[in-house]
């Protein structure tokens, strides 16, 4: 079948890509002329694992096609998917500006029906919105066209998004209309064979599933990292007792690892758009608030361990960071506690030496030619003559250390490890001072402390 998808972004390109690999037509439009003629020839934007091959092939067999004209892209899919961005307003809310210029785009140039699939993540009531804008485009032009819109939200995690689209848990699609089903079954049939996948439901509860996901999973996170804390401070080690609960089938192992706390697009954005509905229904929503609230003290925990580490003096320090995405796998620094970090160090007059597999580009531009920021080419010649080493991101690469020529390379053995990625006596027994997220540290077990 002919689809169109509006924003060639991360959802758009991995949604388009995906559908015209599984047999579809698909056309992505986006406004930006300079990335769609980047994309035509085959160049992305972003790192995805596994787009770039899919974008190539897909084009080259002419199943995908990309263009800027709204007329074209409106004209060609029955289905018109809009993955444009919902970036937060000043006060955490949802913007809906592009979304709903997409729709007004929609009702200006179709001519026949036409299905209208939110996919972007949006508040729940948008899609009545978005209908609205398009019966309202149309009756200024003076036509009457019959369209629907429904929800389906996206799932897909950074790093893997290709096989969460195609080997998704589920497939949510929000209509109560029987031709939506019946499209929507059509366009997802090549990854719906093995199990029923698809869940249709009524339009809102859709929306919400999306937000109560993201939500769920960043509660998840920040109790953990409660627990943490608390373990930290207890003298127990949340390692031993992340496995103890996890054991539990009703808690399970996913979704429960302590660290420096969530970053990306979704998490924060999405806990702090569902906060602001909730408040604005009159319905403050106390979890999703303490959730946030402490996600954000953990982001600030990596600087705190510094600080002590070095006795509150970190000016003239210099800091090694491994890792500087939100996560492995990825080159995104939305978010991400590694920027937390650099900020907090530079403001206390310390330099930062940084090392990412895949983010390097993506901090030289965010930070440009900052005097205390130097990145280089190599995890180990981030430590030659540092103070401390810091790990913010969870890259497979880091997890293989020489702790004794870590020791000699090092000006300062100190090591603040914000994923846990290393057994505690083994860092200890090489002489160098750990500090990891809720397992005791080098200063409460009475090792010298640095200087
Ligand atoms: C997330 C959702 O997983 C996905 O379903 C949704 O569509 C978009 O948001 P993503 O942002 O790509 O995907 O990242 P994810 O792998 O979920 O990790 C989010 C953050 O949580 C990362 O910063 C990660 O480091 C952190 N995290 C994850 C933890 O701190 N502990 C954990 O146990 C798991």
Redesign the pocket.
Known sequence: MRITIFGTGYVGLVTGACLADAGHEVMCMDIDEHKVARLKRGEIPIYEPGLEALVTENVTHGRLTFTTGAREAVAFGTLQFIAVGTPPDEDGSADLQYVLAVARSIGEHMDAYKVVVDKSTVPVGTADRVHEAIAETLAGRGVELPFDVCSNP??????AAIE?FTHGARIVVGTDAERVKTLMRECYAPYNRRAEKLMFMDVRSAELT?YA??AM??T??SF??EIANLAERLGADVENVRRGIGSDPRIGY??????C???????PK?VQALSRTAAQIGYPAQLLDAVEAVNERQKATLFAKLKQAFDGDLAGKVVAIWGLA??PN?DDMRE??SRALMEALWAAGARVRAFDPEAMEECARLYGEHDDLTLVDARDEAVVGADALVICT?WKSFRTVDFAQLKQELATPVIVDGRNLFDPAAVRDAGLLYFAVGRGDSLNRDVPRAR
């Open positions: 996206e799932f897909l995690k950074e790093g969460d999306k996901a993201n999973l960043a998840k996170i953990m990292n996913h979704f429960i690892y302590p660290g706390g969530y970053g990306g697009s979704c998490f999405d939100f996560k990825t991400a506690p969870e």
